[in-house]
């Protein structure tokens, strides 16, 4: 029920502009039954995974001495609050990042703006300007450095580089890129890869914004690729998301070789049919989003499959539509579960 009425709320935000909020970030655990721990897989097995909490929006944002976020929603869905102002939630997390400050991007397609969780400074922002002129229209892959996010959108076919405060700085790609979807930089070198999901291949640049080099054509081969989608770097690797191709291609980020592959084709739990979301954890597992399927799925560096969370639904550990997914230093799992409107979050707890 709280899914649907931040679907609710989330229609009716709108796109007007608003200030950041400000408060002490709590992350959401009305889910959880009240004295439960949320595990997978579930007992007798070894719990490799904990429900961590839940990001919506201003709803996780409480001001000292005053009422919590979410009893503020509630009045204003109730119509009690007297003021009318929805509260500024997510709509369509679509991919999500976090940079060396402790502040989480996630690209909101609905929104067309990144939020930007602060939890360190206690605020939640709201960027949605691309440059001078324009603002996001299909905000999609992201990528933080040196203070700076950059930002992918597919109907503009640039990437956008803005400031630490969201001012918007210069852009790369223009006139190069057909529909830039999913973003990854290395921090070693500073390139930065670009799904160009239309082209079918990873364009990567240098900072400065030359394109460097191209890495793969369509195809179904080794090294090439159909739509590809997302991206993340993981100890000098560079996981492609084949989508079309159901499978993610781990390759050489200077050759663009293939070096081995996850998930293959099929119906049964643990393959893929619509991959998204990639992102890589300290010990090396893999996680995978699977859309079609509305599944988390685990993944051992050398392709193992380890476990599934998930399954369509508004509970806690279920999704609907999931898109993005990002492991921060902690080992903590960020989902952008895109269609219920807000970013789970599952701790690892370590262990093969």
Request: glycine share 14%.
């Amino acid at each position: 029920m709280k899914a649907l009425l931040l679907v609710a709320a989330a229609l009716l935000a709108g796109c007007a502009d608003t200030g950041p909020v400000r408060g002490t970030l709590r992350y959401g655990l009305d889910d959880a039954p009240e004295g439960k721990r949320l595990l997978w897989p579930a007992a007798p097995e070894v719990p490799r995974f904990l429900y961590a909490g839940t990001l919506t929006g201003e709803p996780n944002f409480r001001q000292p001495g005053t009422e919590s976020g979410w009893r503020r929603f509630g009045r204003w869905v109730a119509g009690l609050d007297g003021a009318g102002v929805p509260p500024v939630v997510l709509q369509r997390p679509a991919m999500l990042t976090g940079d060396e400050a402790g502040r989480l991007f996630v690209s909101d397609s609905s929104r067309q703006a990144v939020f930007v969780f602060d939890e360190p400074g206690g605020a939640l922002a709201v960027w949605d300007r691309a440059d001078a002129t324009r603002n996001f229209v299909a905000p999609s892959g992201l990528a933080a450095a040196g203070g700076r996010l950059y930002v992918a959108d597919a109907e503009l076919g640039a990437v956008f580089v803005l400031g630490a405060d969201g001012t918007p700085e210069r852009s790369l790609g223009t006139g190069l890129l057909q529909r830039p979807t999913g973003l990854a930089r290395d921090a070693a070198s500073g390139a930065l890869f670009v799904a160009d999901t239309y082209a079918h291949d990873i364009k990567v640049f240098a900072d400065d914004g030359r394109l460097l080099r191209t890495l793969g054509r369509r195809g179904e081969g080794e090294g090439e690729f159909n739509f590809p989608t997302h991206l993340a770097f993981a100890a000098g690797e560079l996981y492609v998301t084949d989508t079309m191709n159901n499978r993610v291609q781990v390759l050489d980020p200077a050759s663009g070789q293939p070096r081995r592959r996850l998930g293959t084709r099929g119906l049964y739990v643990g393959n893929l049919v619509r991959p998204k979301g990639v992102g890589v954890d300290a010990e090396g597992n893999v996680y995978v989003v699977e859309s079609y399927y509305d599944s988390l799925l685990v993944f051992a560096r050398d392709g193992e499959f380890l476990l599934p969370i998930g399954g369509t639904g508004t509970a806690t550990g279920r999704f609907y539509l999931p898109a993005g997914v990002w492991v921060d230093a902690k080992n903590r799992v960020h989902v952008a579960d895109m269609f219920n409107g807000r970013i789970v979050l599952f701790q690892f707890l370590g262990g093969g």
